[in-house]
Nanobody, 121 residues
Framework: QVQLVESGGGLVQPGGSLRLSCAAS????????MRWHRQAPGKQRELVAV???????NYADSVKGRFTISRDNAKNTMYLQMNSLKPEDTAVYYC???????????????WGQGTQVTVSS
């Protein structure tokens, strides 16, 4: 059973920083692309950032220059460093990953349960 568990959310003032983590656990062969999504109240879930297994990254325009996605393949963990946070960054943040459990099996897409980030004074 593969699980993705996010941590690191909380309440922060505008201009502050938070670091989210997403740890994959269970039995699996490889983790491919990993992503952070977010969903604000009353809005659709949106892609925030993506990182490939080789470390290539891409960001939504709204977070470029402020957020940094990274991963530690040895720890099966992905991170999102969020700086210069704005009230509009308030949302539930979800991690998402393409994971292959066995060598000859297809990869599947997995989601974490989400962690709340609130930016408010």
């Amino acid at each position: 059973q593969v699980q993705l568990v996010e941590s690191g959310g909380g309440l922060v003032q505008p201009g502050g920083s938070l670091r989210l983590s997403c740890a994959a656990s269970g039995s699996f062969f490889n983790i491919y692309d990993m992503r952070w999504h977010r969903q604000a109240p009353g809005k659709q879930r949106e892609l925030v950032a993506v990182i490939t297994s080789g470390g290539s990254t891409n960001y939504a325009d709204s977070v470029k220059g402020r957020f940094t996605i990274s991963r530690d393949n040895a720890k099966n963990t992905m991170y999102l460093q969020m700086n210069s946070l704005k009230p509009e960054d308030t949302a539930v943040y979800y991690c998402n990953a393409d994971i292959r459990q066995r060598l000859m099996a297809p990869s599947y897409n997995y989601w974490g349960q989400g962690t709340q980030v609130t930016v408010s004074s």
